[in-house]
């Protein structure tokens, strides 16, 4: 089992950055790709970035494109999504993600990811 606890949500003015961070315990961290997706009120859960469990390849939306990066550190077991030029259609709860043991490649199907965080809240104000 992996357990996945993220962290640094919160409320910032559009424009601004915010990093969020999750936490990975249980078993071994390498080996399985890394992801995040968000849900937004009255929305369907959406992909919005994924990295392989070398760090060397990453995925993402259209939307966050230029504007969020994900990394990974392997050492820490922690995966990091810095989102900069926030919109308040980011607003959102993001979930970490993990595929299974394995399984290093990113993707953006949900379906491809076995443990999930319970979330952080992220606002972002007009």
């Known amino acids: 089992q992996v357990q996945l606890v993220e962290s640094g949500g919160g409320l910032v003015q559009a424009g601004g950055s915010l990093r969020i961070s999750c936490a990975a315990s249980?078993?071994?961290?390498?080996?399985?790709?890394m992801g995040w997706f968000r849900q937004a009120p009255g929305k369907e859960r959406e992909f919005v970035a994924a990295?392989?469990?070398?760090?060397?390849?990453?995925v993402y939306t259209d939307s966050v494109k230029g504007r969020f990066t994900i990394y990974r550190d392997n050492v820490k077991n922690t995966v990091d999504l810095q989102m900069n030029t926030l919109k308040p259609e980011d607003t959102a709860v993001y979930y970490c993600?993990?595929?299974?043991?394995?399984?290093?490649?990113?993707?953006?199907?949900?379906?491809?990811?076995?443990?999930w965080g319970q979330g952080t809240q992220v606002t972002v104000s007009s």
């Open positions: 993600v993990a595929r299974s043991a394995g399984l290093g490649s990113p993707t953006g199907a949900s379906y491809g990811y076995r443990y």
């Open positions: 990295i392989s469990w070398s760090g060397g390849s990453t």
């Open positions: 249980g078993r071994t961290f390498s080996g399985y790709a």
